[in-house]
């Protein structure tokens, strides 16, 4: 097995959802663009993901939203030494379709009070069911590491609920630790790098905005 050396994380640069919320009563959230702004944040995280990967092969999944496509664009990344999949199951939390944003902000209040992991959008998902495809993606992972030339660098470019859950998943996280956690900003990395232990621990961990509260002990 052909384990990578790194698995890199990264969050889509800014979007037009992101600094304007009622963007998504005009348009599905799969077609929002980046601005200006986060072409900019793509374009720096690019200039670090070159110097870090240099000359090696990369492993490139990416979410197959707008935004996240015109982020891996702007990374720059050499076209002979990528190899590029689009992967659905990387994709954003499904709020709904058209989105009401009075109702998608009373959702999100809902969504405080009741918790982020098992509360379901109304015609959407919860937390729950984006950990479970992301559950699926990280099983089809696995296995394309039994490829003897697999490339020594995954990249990922998703969303921050997704980077979350695929730590979460990855690392055996509770779902009260999950909760405690804060999404990356835009155009943020996060690395899963191999120790010669054989495990892989990540770079730098994610902002808590509060401590856990568990209903039990686990192990």
């Known amino acids: 097995m052909a384990r990578p050396r790194r698995i ?8 037009t959802g ?3 919320d009622s963007v998504y009563e005009r348009e599905p959230d799969h077609a929002l663009a980046l601005t200006e702004r986060g072409l900019r944040q793509a374009e ?3 200039r670090r993901l070159r110097g870090l990967f240099g000359r090696e ?16 664009s702007a990374f720059g990344l050499d076209p002979e030494l990528i190899r590029v999949r689009e992967e659905p199951r990387l994709r954003e939390q499904d709020w709904g379709n058209w989105q009401d944003r009075d109702d998608v902000r009373l959702q999100k209040a809902y969504r405080d009070a009741y918790g ?10 919860s937390g729950a069911d984006v950990y479970d495809r992301v559950g699926g ?8 590491f039994e490829a003897p030339d697999h490339p020594p660098n995954v990249l990922i470019v998703t ?10 998943r990855w690392f055996h996280w509770t779902v009260a630790e999950f909760e405690s956690l804060s999404n990356p900003g835009n155009a943020e990395m996060r690395m899963l790098v191999l120790g010669e232990n054989g495990k892989y621990t990540l770079d730098r961990p994610f902002e808590r905005w509060r401590d856990p509260e568990p209903y039990g002990i686990t192990g």
């Not at 993606?137 to 394309?144: D, M, N």
């Open 116 to 125: 982020h992991f098992f509360y379901r959008f109304a015609q959407g998902e």
């Open 159 to 168: 969303h921050g609920l997704a980077m979350r859950l695929f730590c979460m």
């Open 137 to 144: 993606f990280l099983e089809s992972l696995f296995r394309s």
């Open 8 to 15: 890199v994380l990264v969050r889509h640069g800014e979007s």
């Open 44 to 46: 720096d995280t690019g």
């Open 57 to 72: 092969r990369v492993s490139v999944y990416v979410s197959p939203y707008r935004r996240t496509h015109q982020t891996l």
């Open 18 to 20: 992101n600094v304007d």
